[in-house]
Structure formats: C-alpha cells, structure tokens
C-alpha cells in the first residue's frame, strides 16, 4: 500500500469538492473556525481521506496560526503538502458596489497564507517532495477577487522559484 501524503488544510473550506482531488488518501489536519463546523468537516474529510484531527483557528494571524501548524506537525510527524483554500466571499461587481469586509477578508486571507508558509516551511523543507498548493477561489469576480488572484498569483510563482532549489514546489489550483 503506497504511503499516504500528511497534509495540513488550514482554514479549511465548507464544501471540499474543489480540493478532494488534492486531498484524496491522504493524512489530513485540518484548521476551521468553530467547534459546530469542526465536527462536519471530519466526517466529510474521512469520506475522502483520512482525517487525523484538526483544530479551531478562527483568526489569520501568527498569534493563531503558529500553534495550529505545530500541532499539524506533531500530529503528522511532518507536512508534506500545504493546501490553502480559505473560503471568500465577493459580493458586488462594480467598484462602488463592494462590500469592504469582503476587501477585508481577501487582505487578511493574504496575511494568513504568508504566516502559514512562514511557519509550515521549516516543517516541510528537506522532506519528500514538500508542495504548497494555493485554490484560487471560483464564484463571484469582481475587484476584489481579481486582487487576490493576482496576488496569489505572484506569490506562488516568486515562492517557487525560491524554494524549488530546496525541493519545495508552490502552485497554484
């Protein structure tokens, strides 16, 4: 039987058809904002992988966020693939029309990903082929979700090209 892939799925997204290619036979810890959600979402990852836990981390910020990738790695024993896939909402297509907390969350949803790679890295450097998979979120697009996307876009391209010589690939979904 092939070895499954210990991945962390941070703020882990309600519905998780858009990742289940991603996270199939898979060991997953995962992060959520709630207890109610929590117990939802591992029964649903256990339909499609094999959830090993998880913990509420309702916030993104390094305050949150480094506590849950420690507890990701010791429950793992390492993490092998990062797959961020924050559910966000973009409300409104005209400029005038957007609504700020969505802006809001977009910038914070930016910061988390920057925290979580600062903090997963040294988890995932020099182990077998580490990968840090960002999902670009699909639905509604407008400003906002173009600001993202861009966003990701350029981190993902300028984190691999600095982290490949370390064997650590970063892409996009």
């Not at 995962?30 to 207890?35: G, H, I, K, L, R």
């Not at 693939?81 to 809001?104: I, K």
Request: hydrophobic share 45%; glycine share 6%.
């Amino acid at each position: 039987m092939p070895k499954k892939r210990k991945i962390f799925l941070p703020f882990a997204p309600s519905c998780l058809a858009e990742i289940s290619e991603l996270i199939m036979e898979g060991e997953v810890y995962y992060t959520c904002a709630d207890t109610e959600t929590a117990a939802g979402l591992e029964r649903r990852l256990n339909e499609i992988a094999c959830c090993t836990g998880g913990c509420v981390t309702a916030e993104m910020t390094l305050e949150a966020i480094a506590p849950s990738v420690v507890s990701c790695a010791e429950s793992l024993g390492a993490i092998e693939m990062l797959v961020y896939a924050p559910e966000l909402t973009a409300r409104g297509e005209l400029f005038l029309d957007l609504v700020e907390e969505d802006f809001t969350e977009h910038t914070a949803a930016l910061n988390g990903l920057f925290m979580l790679c600062k903090c997963a890295l040294p988890y995932m450097m020099g182990g077998e082929s580490p990968e840090i998979v960002i999902v670009r979120p699909r639905g509604q697009k407008n400003l906002t979700s173009d600001m993202y996307g861009a966003a990701v876009s350029a981190i993902a391209e300028s984190m691999n090209n600095e982290l490949a010589e370390y064997g650590v690939r970063v892409r996009l979904s």
